[in-house]
């Protein structure tokens, strides 16, 4: 981990939210895919073999919540640490993230001190 | 009436129209069986007897059908007296043919069974069951009298019995006709009457399903309100991520450089963002609250444990503007609550009590053990409440009070999602509250019951 740079998938339909992830997330060094929709998320997760993925749950064509559970239940995948961060922010949406496996949820508005903290936190533990 | 009962309820329906035929036949077989007792007595001294009875049975059959056509709705009261005089009118038929047709040896005497048996397919409702009694005591009273006769125990009216078992049997063979033609007679009777019967019953089965739909249309708007508000509230969320981490970007110099004033702005901006979104969560739960949606995990909880967690979370707040907080907690009080809930509650209370005391102030928070609740109550010794304010307290989208900087205001719905949560666990929040000299707020929780562990 040292020598390479952690690798994220970020799946986020809305261009705005993802631009502005990137960018702070650049600015701390780390090496990004995006995808646009929930397929375009699963396929690039299966081929791109991302460290983590940044998850959003209102996804076109697959939400989160199936998607980061088609991951986690995959032997081949389900070592890739998932954060979900999302606008759901009602309890039971909460119950749901950790039911499908998702690592971490984060609700938006979200503090870019907070995701990068789980994000290293996650990557530590791993 | 349960779901089961319904089903159960709705194939005995179904089962009785599919027989419902029989009724259309009862006139055609009532007189044509009238008629053929008539002729098989011409000639004998019951004739005139048969005729009476004849009348007599029409009479009340006419009766019955005039009333069943002229009124249309029903008490319970007047149904059940309906067929119980019906029902009556037929036992006194049934005991006036076997009269005139050799009283002890004549062949009728099982058509109080056969008004038992068919009075039973009515008994799915009260006022069958009303009918069936009455027939299955007519019943066994005449049957007694029968049974007493034929062991010689008590003679009947004088009449000796006279037949034996087998001579018996061959006079009710030799009756058949009779038989068969009673037996439509009273079978349709029943099933007359149990329909008139249905059919209030049917009217009240409707006004239960339109009842039914209404509750569901009603349940339905609710869940879109529901669902309006937390579409709504996600919608709403998304830009304003969007804006807030656009903002912070640029304030961390991660855009390029900028100045302390542009700094100052940007962070005063995501501030404020931060501010709107916890007005938008505010806006969920009071929404939640008020459709009853917002859904309780409740726990045997012990309530010092949150009044500590939450003095703690605040504690830092309350430090920076000098304010001390102290507690006065029995060792453990334990509730049936959702401590999640609870929690904020406390935070919302111990929040509000720091923002509106000024430095140096003192807010104590108490824990007390009455008989059936527990009492807590935030004392502060701040700006307090004027009295014209009293009535807004709790309502929404009210700030009440001066002089505090405007980033901690939320939309002043803080107090009116304590009394929510408080009043869900069926608890009384209150206040008191004097200008100048601070105020009390106080919610009292019912205490869990003996059994309730």
Redesign the interface.
């Known amino acids: 981990m040292d020598n390479k740079k952690t690798r994220i998938l970020l799946i986020e339909d809305d261009q705005d939210m993802a631009e502005a992830i990137r960018l702070r997330l650049e600015a701390n060094n780390f090496d990004i895919i995006l995808a646009h929709d929930g397929m375009e998320g699963l396929s690039k997760a299966r081929t791109e073999n991302p460290d983590l993925i940044i998850l959003d749950v209102m996804l076109p064509k697959l939400d989160g919540f199936n998607l980061c559970r088609m991951l986690k239940f995959d032997e081949k995948h389900k070592s890739i640490l998932i954060i979900i961060l999302s606008a759901k922010v009602q309890k039971t949406d909460i119950e749901r993230g950790k039911e499908v496996g998702a690592d971490a949820y984060i609700t938006k508005p979200f503090k870019a001190e907070e995701l990068l903290a789980k994000i290293k936190e996650l990557i530590n533990s791993k | 009436m349960t779901y089961q009962k319904r089903e159960v309820y709705l194939q005995i329906e179904d089962l009785k129209n599919k027989i419902s035929w029989a009724i259309g036949f009862r006139y055609a077989f009532v007189f044509l069986g009238l008629f053929l007792i008539y002729f098989s007595h011409t000639g004998n001294a019951y004739a005139p007897l048969s005729l009476e009875l004849i009348i007599s049975v029409g009479l009340y059959n006419i009766a019955a059908n005039l009333i069943y056509a002229l009124k249309k709705e029903y008490k319970l009261w007047q149904a059940v007296a309906a067929a119980g005089v019906f029902q009556f009118f037929d036992i006194a038929a049934i005991t006036f043919l076997i009269y005139i047709t050799g009283w002890v040896e004549s062949p009728y005497w099982f058509l109080y069974l056969v008004m038992i048996i068919v009075s039973g397919f009515g008994m799915f409702s009260y006022y069958s069951f009303a009918v069936f009694l009455i027939a299955f005591f007519s019943a066994v009273f005449y049957l007694g009298l029968l049974l007493s006769a034929y062991l010689g125990i008590l003679p009947i009216y004088g009449t000796s019995f006279s037949l034996t078992p087998d001579q018996l049997l061959i006079s009710i063979y030799n009756k058949a006709i009779f038989t068969s033609v009673a037996f439509f007679l009273f079978a349709t009777t029943i099933y007359y009457f149990s329909k008139l019967l249905n059919e209030q019953h049917e009217e009240l089965f409707i006004k239960n399903r339109k009842f039914l739909a209404a509750l569901t249309r009603i349940k339905a708007i609710d869940r879109m309100k529901d669902e309006f508000v937390?579409t709504a509230?996600?919608?709403l969320?998304?830009?304003?991520?969007?804006v807030?981490?656009?903002l912070?970007?640029i304030e961390?110099g991660?855009?390029g450089t900028i100045g302390p004033k542009q700094k100052k702005l940007l962070e005063t901006s995501r501030a404020n963002?931060?501010r709107l979104?916890k007005i938008l969560?505010n806006l969920?739960d009071i929404a939640k609250i008020e459709s009853h949606s917002l859904d309780l995990r409740c726990q045997t909880t012990d309530i010092t444990q949150l009044g500590r967690k939450a003095v703690e979370l605040l504690k830092p707040k309350a430090e920076h503007k000098s304010v001390t907080l102290e507690t006065t907690f029995p060792k453990e009080a334990m509730l049936w609550i959702d401590p999640e809930q609870i929690l904020r509650v406390f935070v919302n209370l111990i929040d509000n009590a720091i923002k509106h005391t000024g430095q140096d102030g003192k807010i104590i928070v108490g824990i007390e053990e009455a008989k059936k609740e527990i009492r807590t109550y935030i004392k502060d010794n701040g700006e307090g409440i004027a009295r014209e304010d009293f009535p807004k307290v709790f309502e929404r989208f009210v700030h009440i009070g001066t002089g505090h900087e405007t980033l901690s205001r939320g939309a002043g719905l803080g107090l009116s999602i304590c009394k929510g949560i408080v009043e869900m666990h069926n608890g009384i929040i209150s206040f008191e509250s004097e200008i100048d000299r601070g105020s009390t707020f106080t919610f009292s929780l019912p205490k869990i019951k003996s059994n309730g562990q």
């Open positions: 937390s509230s996600h919608e969320r998304t830009p304003l991520s969007v807030r981490e656009n912070s970007l961390d991660i855009v963002i931060d979104a969560d969920l």
